[in-house]
Antibody, heavy 119, light 110 residues
């Protein structure tokens, strides 16, 4: 059974940096899957943030690329997200997920963590 | 406004069949696989269909997916009250270079 668990601060100040970590169990982050971050603003649509693959290969949403950084810690079986210069528009439920096969298909999801951007 | 268009809501009685449509374009659905997700409020999305018409293990065959040109459809037969949820379609968009999702369809089992 593959499990993903997001962790990180639930409150970030405007213009600050949002940092989240996803801890994976039941699979290895170097297993050959891409690993993703997806967010969902309250009551609205799902938004793909980006993917990361072993070796540090990344694929980012162009609308977030200039503020986004993703990394992987193989020793801890984790991958992480950093989003800089946040605004209230970045307030959302953030999910980490495993990509199944081709891009855009997500077979395992974390439970999600709510991040609020507010002073 | 979402790149993929879904009806805001659908409804049907228990035991009946319902379909959820997802309309896109040649740059997304027309050239890529579609996946479908079920999201019960307060929980994470769950993969129902991948590669447009394949079910992950553990997903009942009451759920099926199809794709034709630039549209995809999720069908649910033998509706149960437990199927009440929001349903999302998703795919890759070649022009935008991004994974796109529909805005979701709320299923009500009357």
């Amino acid at each position: 059974q593959v499990l993903l668990q997001e962790s990180g601060p639930g409150l970030v100040k405007p213009s600050g940096t949002l940092s989240l970590t996803c801890t994976v169990s039941g699979d290895s982050v170097t297993s050959g899957h891409w690993w993703s971050w997806i967010r969902q603003s309250p009551g609205t649509n799902l938004e793909w943030i980006g993917d990361i693959y072993r070796g540090g290969n990344t694929n980012y949403n162009p609308s977030l690329r200039n503020r986004l950084s993703m990394s992987m810690d193989e020793s801890k079986n984790q991958f992480s997200l950093e989003l800089t210069s946040v605004t209230a528009a970045d307030t959302a439920l953030y999910y980490c997920a495993r990509v199944m096969g081709v891009v855009g298909q997500f077979d395992y999801w974390g439970q999600g963590t709510l991040v609020t951007v507010s002073s | 406004q979402s790149v993929l268009t879904q009806p805001p809501s659908v409804s049907a009685a228990p035991g009946q069949k319902v379909t959820v449509s997802c309309s896109g374009s040649t740059s997304n659905i027309g050239n890529n696989y579609v996946s479908w997700y079920q999201q019960v409020p307060g929980t994470a999305p769950k993969l129902l269909i991948y590669e447009s018409n394949r079910r992950p293990s553990g997903i009942p065959d009451r759920f099926s997916g199809s794709k034709s040109a630039t549209s995809a459809t999720l069908a649910i037969t033998g509706l149960q009250t437990g199927d009440e949820a929001d349903y999302y379609c998703g795919t890759w968009d070649d022009s935008l270079s991004v994974v796109v999702f529909g805005a979701g369809t709320k299923l009500t089992v009357l």
